[in-house]
């Protein structure tokens, strides 16, 4: 208890959420535990994920025994995202005083070293013993079996609680498979759970004190008793078929959510009272000129706070709003983050202005995050100017909405405090329903957030049908499940020699003896049969880095095997291969010896691309400036392709300097330097670390001295002249705030070369010119081109007028109106358009109806004449009704509207009732 009683003490001073973190980590470095920094929260290597959603993410592979690393315990604070899936906790966002779409996850790892007893002892150590957390407060939880997985409840951890804790059994609680058996998704590493929770205090849950619930750990809606640490002992991993597998070693995965402990530990009544929001909660309150406090202002600022965290650190890994997977949880984050914007009266863009303030914040502890803020707040400000106008176009589509569904109609304007109502509705007798299909629509189609469609609702007196809209997203999201799941390979991997695997020796050589570790069976899309191999060591390179896998070939007596592929599986490199000989009988990997042989032409043409990008790379932040960096790339043996950050169209004469500079090196012919050092070592040299990579403690730098230091693990040339030439090719945009330049080199490049050369002469010689007048000669070409359209077309028009009159002659009259119905010759829809626009043009008081065939189809266009427009005539109507004579429909604008006629037959029969339609029309239309 003197223990206890010294951490209290200690704990009357003010802990920083900084420190809280550092303290953790400390704590279990001296435990023996290897620091590990955080992965990206944009997940480079896991196709299963989103976003990473909890610490183990990164240490997949060591649970299912498909990796490796030099320690068995780590520790670290890893940033997470739960937005999406089956951990998703954004709608519980701002509603409550700790959920989090962001948030840090402190963790500690054992790798087939300690269990249950170390995890849990450890952690009562810190929380009570170093932090001084009241014993008398503290609960846990444990698995209490589950019969549908023939599982029993979890006798040892119940009892590590009262003999290591210790706590007295009756706040050792047992709950099901739902609280306290942990999985990462629908299939992957599992295991029972421990949980440690908190009693806060009566008062602290508004549901409890207002005598709506009963409040108790687990209980659903109670703010009071709070998780604070989960011990995950994992030791199954789940099947596709919902089966478990024992996994060969037991391990240890614990997380705690930072910003919890540090609201607990600084004694604050909400997350977001703690240090870790409050210079964000300022800054939003700057920014907007509004105040926190309770309701929906409060609720705002949670919001606003929370999503600028998710954005900022998702868009400095590498993620960008867009409309498909984890950017399509981007975007929808922010629209959510700018309609409570408009609860504080913001209608201009502002959640971008607030990024220096989390760069700020959270800067020391993610340095990523200061050097990238820039570029996320440019992408923030971009989506915040596109959403202002979908909001726009929702409120549009809303108002269409309610115009249907309601007697009475009102304008709804945004305007400073959020929508108004200008008119208001009569109310009906009973409750309307928003339809969930309509809020499903404004929010997949249009951007909406679903809260602000049920606000707008409520204030028009409608319910809105959120049954129907969670039915339509669970189709939606079941879509997308199937279409999107992650496939392994099919067949089982079998063992063919004992002994280490996956050695690459490919930077020294390209050919090498190996000997086959594993095998499974595969198929290909076609039915190619494929068997995919791992060998004790390989000169194979493994997709990575943006560059491609090797190809070549793997032959012994066993067999010879064509290599179309090679990729990494974990820590293994897996050799995608298909027979040599496909028409003799299928041959197997066995244990003897085989010669592994790269295609040597192919990883040349590839190693000069890659040495090229990274000159490229360092050109670009040469000319355009150091905000430049890499989003993404593709080294490949033909060419290279480089996607990079930056705002604006690169001018003609930058690209071409950056072109310049780029061969400049070359000719140069500076010999590269690569060597291996310490991760922090290389970033405090100033060595670029690509954003969203994971990189271990040793890294290799690839260095071409006076112009290029990067971090990679890829193929290079040995000096920068074996590259040849480098030729940009094409640049263009491919997202908000990120550029793509396609480039070749080498042999390619001359290629190329070679082929603009012969087009100029071929012009040369077309237009008997020299090469340096060419462009002047082809402008007089193109003016001269543009003079005669323009004269064509005034022929046309002429042509079109007195056509247009000689029709009008054959009009008749129809209830004192003109009508026209009149089968004529058109070479385009252009053409029957423009001559059915010269008809209205001069028509008075009149309908016109023309037909035509068109490259074997039917087409009808209808025009009105101003003047019955305003009497609610429309052109739509009409060629629909007279298009359904030839088995067609159409439709379009009052004044003009246009018909296609599946059968061509009948056009001539359509036009000539077309008087008789449009007597029947006008008729009902007087009635």
């Known amino acids: 208890m003197a223990n206890v009683r010294t951490a209290r003490a200690a704990r009357a001073t003010f802990k920083a ?146 003999e290591v804790a210790p706590l007295p059994p009756e706040r050792v609680l047992r709950f099901g498979k739902q609280d306290n058996f942990w999985e990462m998704g629908e299939n992957g590493p599992c295991g029972p759970c421990s949980e440690m929770h908190y009693d806060l205090g ?61 609201r607990v530990l600084q004694g604050k009544h909400s997350n977001y009272d703690s240090d870790l929001f409050t210079p964000l909660l300022q800054a939003v309150s700057e920014v907007t000129g509004a105040k926190d406090g309770p309701g929906e202002a409060g609720v705002a600022f949670r919001v ?34 700018a309609r409570f914007g408009k609860v504080l009266g913001m209608d201009e863009p502002f959640i971008h202005r607030l990024v220096p303030a989390l760069a700020e914040s959270m800067g020391d502890a993610f340095p990523e995050l200061r050097a990238r803020a820039d570029h996320a707040a440019r992408v923030i400000k971009a989506e915040e100017e596109s959403f202002a106008q979908t909001l726009d176009r929702g409120i549009e589509r809303f108002d269409n909405v309610i115009k249907r569904l309601t007697p009475g109609y009102s304008t709804y304007v945004p305007g400073r405090g959020g929508e108004q109502l200008v008119q208001p509705i009569p109310q009906p007798g009973e409750r309307l329903i928003f339809p969930g299909e309509e809020v499903f629509k404004l929010y997949d189609t249009y951007g909406f957030p679903v809260d602000l469609t049920r606000l707008m609702a409520e204030e028009r ?47 020294e050589q390209l050919e090498a003896q190996a000997t086959v570790r594993s095998y499974r069976l595969s198929e290909a899309e076609g039915g190619t049969r494929r068997v995919l191999i791992v060998l004790d060591r390989t000169p194979f390179y493994a997709e990575s880095g943006g560059q491609v896998g090797d190809q070549g070939t793997l032959g012994g007596e066993a067999g010879q095997w064509n290599v179309v592929d090679v990729q990494h599986d974990g820590d293994r490199i897996v050799h995608i291969c298909e027979q040599a000989e496909p028409h003799r ?52 043996p033909d060419y290279l392709r480089f996607d990079f950050t930056h705002f604006e169209k690169p001018g003609d004469e930058q690209l071409e300097t950056i072109e310049k500079r780029v061969n400049q090196v070359i000719r140069q012919n500076i010999p590269l330097n690569v060597y291996h050092t310490g991760f922090d070592e290389a970033v405090d040299a100033g060595i670029i670390a690509l954003f969203g990579e994971k990189y271990g403690d040793r890294v290799r730098v690839v260095q071409v001295p006076e112009f290029s230091s990067e971090l990679c693990g890829g193929c290079h040339v040995r ?46 010689q077309m237009l008997n010119a020299p090469a340096e007048e060419l462009s002047a000669r082809l402008e007089q070409l193109l003016d001269n081109r ?24 054959r009009a008749t009259r129809v209830r004192g109106v003109n009508i026209l119905a009149s089968e004529v010759e058109a070479a385009s829809m252009n053409d029957l358009r423009a001559l059915a626009d010269e008809l209205r043009r001069k028509m008075e008081h009149g309908v016109a109806v023309i037909g035509s065939v068109i490259n074997g189809k039917a087409s009808l266009v209808c025009v009105v004449s101003d ?36 059968d061509v037959g009948k056009l001539p029969l359509a036009v000539q009732r077309a008087p008789v339609v449009i007597d029947s029309y006008l008729e009902q239309l007087t009635a």
Request: with cysteine; hydrophobic share 40%.
């Open 17 to 162: 959420g900084g420190d809280i973190r550092q303290e953790f980590i400390a704590f279990f470095e001296g435990k023996g535990h290897r620091f590990v920094r955080s992965s990206p929260v944009v997940p480079q290597d896991d196709p299963t994920l989103l976003f990473t959603n909890a610490g183990m993410n990164q240490f997949k592979d060591i649970f299912l025994g498909k990796g490796s690393r030099d320690y068995t315990r780590a520790v670290n604070s890893q940033k997470c995202i739960r937005a999406s899936g089956k951990h998703n906790d954004l709608e519980d966002v701002g509603r409550d005083n700790y959920h989090h779409t962001f948030f840090e996850m402190l963790g500690n790892w054992s790798f087939g070293d300690y269990f249950k007893r170390e995890a849990i002892a450890w952690a009562w150590e810190l929380l009570v013993e170093r932090w001084g957390l009241d014993p008398q407060r503290m609960y846990a939880t444990v698995f209490a079996g589950s019969p549908g997985d023939n599982l029993e409840p979890d006798l040892e951890a119940e009892a590590l609680w009262s």
């Open 202 to 262: 009566e008062g602290t849950c508004p549901q409890g004190t207002a005598g709506r619930h009963t409040c108790g750990v687990n209980k659903e809606g109670c703010w009071r008793f709070i998780e604070l640490w989960n011990l995950v002992f994992i030791q199954f991993n789940r099947h596709g078929d919902g089966s478990l597998e024992t996994l060969p070693s037991k391990h240890v995965d614990t997380g705690m959510g930072l910003e919890r402990i540090v």
């Open 304 to 337: 606003i706070a929370d999503h600028l965290r998710s954005l900022t650190f998702a868009i400095a890994d590498g993620a960008l709003p867009s409309n498909e997977g984890r950017g399509y949880v981007l975007r929808r984050m922010l629209r959510r983050a």
């Open 461 to 507: 007196g409608f319910d809105t049908d959120m049954e129907g809209f969670e039915r339509l997203m669970e189709e939606q999201r079941a879509k997308g499940k199937a279409a999107g799941a992650f496939a392994e390979a099919d067949g089982q991997w079998h063992t063919v020699s004992e002994g280490p695997h996956s050695q690459f020796v490919g930077y």
């Open 585 to 636: 009988t299928a041959a197997l990997p066995d244990a003897r010896p085989l010669c592994a042989k790269v295609d040597a032409e192919r990883r040349e043409r590839t190693t000069l691309n890659h040495t090229a990008t990274h000159l490229l790379h360092a050109a670009l932040r040469q000319v355009l400036g150091s905000h430049v960096n890499q989003a993404g790339s593709v080294v490949h």
């Open 719 to 764: 000096a920068s002249g074996d590259i040849g030439i480098f030729k940009i090719v094409s640049e263009s945009s491919i997202a908000t705030g990120v550029r793509r330049i396609v480039a070749l080199s080498g042999e390619a490049a001359e290629a190329h070369l070679r082929e603009s050369s012969q087009l100029v002469e071929r012009f040369r």
């Open 786 to 809: 543009r003079r005669l359209e323009r004269e064509l077309r005034s022929a046309r028009k002429g042509d079109l007028a007195q056509g247009a009159a000689d029709l009008l002659k």
């Open 867 to 902: 003047d019955l427009v305003r009497d609610n005539v429309k052109a739509g109507d009409i060629v629909n009704k007279v298009a359904e004579v030839a088995d067609g429909r159409g439709g379009g604008p009052p004044h003009m509207a246009t018909a296609g006629a599946k």
